[in-house]
């Protein structure tokens, strides 16, 4: 039985993974996905969520890596926080730090999808055609998508076991095929988003933050092999 | 016709309307550098500025950076005909083991609409590349650019490389990309950093005493 009253505070495009893996009296708040384009408004929204909870919550569990620095400031003023080490979500979703190194030594142009990313979230495939295409008609859509995606040069579907693969696949191999880059799916695990839930909280795999005490980037800057050459 | 349709078309990412008013602001006999200084750049400059307070998103600043980039190509000829030397010379890379290139880009641009000679030396770059690209032209300025948290570290080891290579006092270190801080860039030792393509202009002719 778990004694202390925890919160999750995590990323739309986790939600399908952390319904798979979540004790159900914990609570959750999803914030939107749109937030990874706009790291900067990323604390004051999770500093929102933070400064609402309930009092009585001894733990918040953060769905979130760094995110482009997205997490750093916000602090929480009784409960301790506690979130995975890693940079961004791509490391949580294969299962490990180590992994996700072994996935950019093998091909660094990676874009990744996620059932997740799929369902809720935004990627350049779903821009092009929601966003750009009806703004900016064809040729300069094109122009826009082919400069954020210049350096890109494969699209692969991270299958974990939730959520719904099909459509994820589905979305891949139409990203693959408008953009043309090639096709891939590798190997994820819900195990990282497992133990952000249930416990328990090593040292080199989660931060733990104090109350009172603001998410630093320190911790995260000598976490991977390729920081340091 | 006054130069402000010019900026407007920058601002709005219009390519013709870049075109043409370039062309007919030549032939309005503006001098190229007047149309550089007082359109174009500014033009960016507000994208630029809409940009760092999330009012516009990247899309817009790719469409009015190849905007700019169209008139640029256009006055080139001319302001290398006018005889303008350049103010300085600057390289720029994005590190090791990061291949985002957007920000960078623009920050090249900015600086040779600010009349910089750049050399870009692309993304994922080695310590050893810039070392190579700094002595290879003689730079006097330096920019390092990062999009992702896992990579900013790499900007270190270039300054580290550049010591090693006895070139640490012949040039200028810039920093900057998102997650880069003022913070950041004095831990690593670094000269400047820019917030914004605009303020690495700035920051630049600073540095070297450029009014």
């Known amino acids: 039985m778990r004694s202390a009253k925890q919160h999750l505070i995590a990323c739309e495009v986790f939600k399908d993974e952390f319904e798979a893996t979540a004790p159900s009296e914990l609570g959750r708040t999803y914030l939107p996905q749109g937030l990874h384009r706009t790291p900067g408004k990323m604390p004051g929204a999770i500093q929102e969520v933070l400064n609402r909870i309930d009092p009585e919550v001894e733990t918040v569990l953060l769905g979130y890596g760094l995110c482009s620095n997205g997490v750093v400031g916000v602090v929480s003023k009784s409960a301790w926080l506690i979130m995975p080490k ?17 996935e950019v030594a093998a091909c660094p142009g990676t874009y990744y999808i996620t059932p997740g990313w799929a369902a809720y979230g935004t990627t350049s495939l779903s821009c092009y055609k ?20 210049k350096n890109y040069s494969r699209v692969a579907v991270i299958d974990h076991g939730a959520g719904d693969i099909s459509a994820a696949r589905a979305h891949a191999k139409e990203f693959a095929e408008v953009f043309g880059l090639s096709y891939a799916e590798v190997l994820g695990s819900l195990e990282y988003v497992r133990r952000l839930v249930n416990g328990p909280w090593d040292n080199d795999d989660f931060l733990t933050v104090p109350p009172g005490t603001p998410i630093s980037p320190t911790p995260f800057m000598t976490l991977h092999a390729i920081s340091l050459l | 016709m006054d130069l402000t349709a010019l900026k407007e078309a920058v601002i709005n990412g219009d390519l013709k309307g870049c075109t043409v008013l370039t062309e007919v602001a030549i032939k309005a006999g503006y001098a190229p550098h007047k149309i550089l200084t007082e359109a174009l750049v500014p033009g960016m400059d ?13 899309p817009e600043v790719l469409v009015a950076a190849r905007a700019m980039k169209k008139s640029l190509a256009m006055l080139k000829p001319l302001l290398t005909e006018t005889g303008a030397k350049p103010v300085g010379i600057a390289v720029a890379g994005t590190v090791k083991g990061d291949l985002h290139d957007i920000g960078k880009n623009l920050v090249c641009m900015m600086w040779e609409g600010a009349g910089f000679e750049v050399v870009d030396l692309g993304t994922d770059v080695s310590p050893e590349k810039f070392v190579q690209g700094v002595k290879d032209s003689r730079a006097q300025i330096v920019g390092i650019s990062t999009l992702l948290t896992t990579t900013m570290l790499n900007m270190r080891e270039v300054i580290q490389a550049l010591e090693r290579a006895q070139l640490r006092h012949t040039v200028k270190v ?38």
């Open chain 1, 86 to 102: 890693v940079h961004d979500c791509i490391a949580l979703l294969l299962g490990s730090r180590e992994r996700y190194e072994a």
């Open chain 2, 46 to 58: 507000v994208v630029g500025e809409k940009f760092r307070c999330n009012e516009v998103y990247v």
């Open chain 2, 174 to 211: 810039m920093v900057g990309g998102a997650p880069v801080t003022q913070t950041f860039a004095n831990e690593i030792g670094a000269d400047g950093f820019g917030e914004s393509a605009a303020t690495a202009v700035e920051k630049a002719k600073a540095l070297l005493g450029i009014a």
């Open chain 1, 130 to 149: 929601n966003e750009y295409l009806p703004k900016y008609g064809e040729e300069d859509a094109r122009y826009i998508a082919r400069e954020l995606l």
